[in-house]
Nanobody, 115 residues
């Protein structure tokens, strides 16, 4: 089992940057996939970034080139660097771990992109 705690959300102007953090309660070294999702009211949760053991990553076209996921195994933390933010990036962002057939979620952190 693993507990996940996100932080780093807030209000940012269009074109700005934010870095989200996801702190895990134990080592993430062997967790197969760490991901970030986002959700707006009335819509399905959307995958925005995945980092797999071995270093492969993937992003949907909507964030490719603007968002970067990374792991710091020494700190048991996953980051989501978000650049060139747009109003449509406004959402609650959730951290997710896929480990041994189980999915774990954090409580979410809100990101608002507005002038």
């Amino acid at each position: 089992q693993v507990q996940l705690v996100e932080s780093g959300g807030g209000l940012v102007q269009p074109g700005g940057s934010l870095r989200l953090s996801c702190a895990a309660s134990r080592s993430i070294l062997s967790i197969y996939a760490m991901s970030w999702y986002r959700q707006v009211p009335g819509k399905q949760r959307e995958l925005v970034a995945t980092d797999r053991v071995g270093g492969s990553t993937n992003y949907p076209d909507s964030v490719k080139g603007r968002f970067t996921i990374s792991r710091d195994n020494a700190k048991n933390t996953v980051y989501l660097q978000m650049n060139s933010l747009k109003p449509e990036d406004t959402a609650v962002y959730y951290c997710n771990a896929f480990d041994s057939g189980y999915l774990y979620w954090g409580q979410g952190t809100r990101v608002t992109v507005s002038s």
